[in-house]
Nanobody
């Protein structure tokens, strides 16, 4: 089972940027799709972006397209989310996620997610 630990969250002004990292441990990191979800107070957990193990297949939510970039460095067992031009409505807990089946190339919902990080708070002030 993958163990996922997010970092990089914090307080940022509207229009600012943050880079989130997700460090994975265990033997399951290799060949697993990974991604990011977020959950704002009183709202459902929302898909943000995901990337295949190889990096060749990427999915991003329409709401963040053009502003967020997902990437991974398998040699470092680390997933990244570069967030630019952040908006106050994007204040949320951001969660790292990993698939549990190597046959799942990528995902856009919680279906197929087997491992979750503890979450990191991102607060965007107006």
């Amino acid at each position: 089972q993958a163990q996922l630990v997010e970092s990089g969250g914090g307080l940022v002004q509207a229009g600012g940027s943050l880079r989130l990292s997700c460090a994975a441990s265990g033997r399951t990191f290799r060949r697993y799709a990974m991604g990011w979800f977020r959950q704002a107070p009183g709202k459902e957990r929302e898909f943000v972006a995901a990337i295949s193990w190889s990096g060749d297949t990427i999915r991003v939510a329409n709401s963040v397209r053009g502003r967020f970039t997902i990437s991974r460095d398998n040699a470092k067992n680390t997933l990244y989310l570069e967030m630019n031009r952040l908006k106050p409505e994007e204040t949320a807990v951001y969660y790292c996620a990993a698939a549990g089946d190597e046959s799942l190339v990528v995902f856009t919902t919680t279906r197929g997610v087997a491992s979750w990080g503890q979450g990191t708070q991102v607060t965007v002030s107006s």
